[in-house]
């Protein structure tokens, strides 16, 4: 990659991206040019952001090569770039790499040890205890030291998820889901085999009862001097599967009570950078912490055009220009994976012109904006050779799965 000179008569940081186009689209409306560093045929490549491409598929493998190659193309720019990041994997890459990464680009993240408290969920459930956070009774479960399940002292049915990030492992274990639902003891003991041939660790956790719509998230940007220069708060609506699946559709939302426990905790972790605190509702009301993930996400794509863009502000403080003052998010503002979502609703049985209705009204939805649409079009078969053999793909439900953005 050549050195790429911003546009207007002072040179404008480049943006480099990991992650989708819920994270590129809300920095590239901000003004910043971007470079996707992303796998080969992203739909992040094909953006109007975009002004160049450094191809990297798996940011869990040879991370050191990586990073030299992100130090050589920053260094090589006019400006000190900026550095967002999506994904646990690139995370944790910036993370453990962050005084070489730091010599040459400019990025925000919490402290090295308060990140790899939040990934790795055995050391999360530590830090919960010390800290007294309210998160469901939860054990560590260590297959591969026992036999049989110990005796979890937990109430049945409760779910199991990995301790660590979900790869191809876990989908042998969890199907499509973030987690699976033991019903009983001896389902415990059914799946305790497939469990320890996996040679991973796991976490039961109590259930707290309601559908996956009572999961309510706080987002928030904590500048470098601790004080919260953003921050918004949503609920999902769908998911795919239907338990414990993936957000396919989310509202933007206004509730106080979220965004008062999110302040609260954000303060006690002493956290700088960004993140999102995921609570459930339970039936009395009262919100159960579940997890923090102090990175970019897909929110802030909806919560970008509901009025708070935290990459953007993010991007203001790290190239020295004046962030605007805060604003409130706009509740209402939804967001959808269109073709996911379809898939999503069916399983709940929504009718189709409902459904339909809400994606229309629907601002934000993942991949397919009609002022960028390469991103969604070039995932259409008849922009790929032999277009004719693939249209046929458009009537299988499980070609949309795989390829839409």
Not at 17 to 37: E, F, Q, T, W, Y
Not at 42 to 59: E, G, M, Q, Y
Not at 84 to 105: A, K, N, P, W
């Amino acid at each position: 990659m050549k050195t790429i000179q911003g546009k207007g008569t002072r040179e404008r940081p480049l943006a480099f991206v990991m992650g989708s186009m819920n994270l590129l689209r809300p920095i590239g409306l901000a003004g910043a040019s971007c470079v996707a560093v992303t796998a080969p045929g992203s739909p992040t490549v094909h953006s109007r952001f975009t002004r160049a491409v450094l191809p990297w598929v798996d940011f869990s493998e040879r991370t050191d090569v990586l990073v030299e190659k992100l130090v050589r193309l920053g260094a090589a720019q006019p400006v000190p770039p900026i550095l967002f990041y999506e994904e646990d994997e690139h995370l944790l890459v910036i993370s453990r790499h962050r005084e070489t990464l730091g010599q040459v680009f400019r990025f925000v993240v919490a402290d090295a040890d308060l990140v790899e408290d939040l990934v790795d969920k055995n050391r999360f459930h530590a830090l919960a205890e010390r800290m007294g956070l309210p998160v469901p009774a939860t054990r560590h479960l260590r297959p591969g030291e026992s036999p049989v399940p110990p005796n979890l002292d937990l109430a049945f049915p409760l779910i199991v998820k990995p301790a660590t990030r979900r790869d191809t492992v876990w989908r042998e274990i969890g199907e499509l889901g973030k987690a699976r639902q033991v019903e009983s003891p001896a389902a415990m003991r059914d799946l305790w085999p497939r469990m320890a041939a996996s040679g991973r660790n796991f976490l039961a956790q109590e259930i707290i009862p309601g559908p996956e719509s009572r999961i309510e998230s706080y987002h928030v940007y904590v500048d470098a001097g601790g004080a919260i220069a953003g921050e918004f708060t949503g609920r999902k609506i769908r998911t795919y599967p239907n338990a414990y699946g993936h957000t396919t559709a989310l509202t933007i939302t206004d509730a106080s009570d979220v965004e008062e426990l999110g302040r609260s905790l954000t303060h006690r972790l002493n956290l700088r950078g960004v993140a999102k605190f995921d609570f459930k509702r339970g039936p009395d009301g009262r919100l159960h912490l579940l997890e923090i993930n102090p990175r970019f996400n897909l929110w802030h794509f909806p919560g970008a055009l509901a009025g708070v863009n935290l990459p953007a502000l993010v991007y203001k403080d790290l190239t020295g220009q004046t962030r605007p003052a805060a604003a409130r998010a706009r509740a209402g503002v939804g967001w959808c994976n269109v073709v996911k979502d379809f898939a999503a609703a069916r399983a709940e049985g929504i009718a189709w012109s409902d459904w339909l209705g809400w994606v229309l009204r629907c601002e934000a939805k993942s991949g397919l904006a009609w002022d960028d649409p390469k991103p969604f079009l070039r995932k259409m078969p008849f922009f790929q050779k032999g277009w004719p053999f693939r249209a046929r793909r458009l009537a299988d439900p499980a070609y949309w799965q795989k390829n839409m953005p």
